[in-house]
């Protein structure tokens, strides 16, 4: 018998006043520092649809990448 991994639930589609709300609760967790990575976990929807929520709420996105190497 196979392990094979359980598909994630499908989160619904947001529209209007539902989509503006959730747009300004990524914006406040991203600007409190989460990643765009843990807050798509979090809310069940893509990298992508996480991204765009976040643009279209105005939010100030941080400079990629963490802590350079020095030789």
């Known amino acids: ?3 094979a991994p359980r598909p994630r639930p499908r ?7 539902e989509r503006a709300k959730v747009a300004s ?3 406040e ?10 807050l798509a976990a979090r809310n069940q929807r ?3 649809a996480t991204h765009r929520l ?3 709420s105005g939010a100030v996105f941080r400079s990629r ?7």
């Open 1 to 3: 018998m196979s392990l």
């Open 11 to 17: 989160a619904s589609n947001l529209t209007g006043v």
């Open 25 to 27: 609760s990524l914006r």
């Open 29 to 38: 967790e991203y600007e409190a520092g989460s990643s765009i990575r843990v």
């Open 46 to 48: 893509s990298y992508g």
């Open 54 to 56: 976040l643009v279209e």
């Open 65 to 71: 990448g963490g802590q350079k190497r020095t030789t």
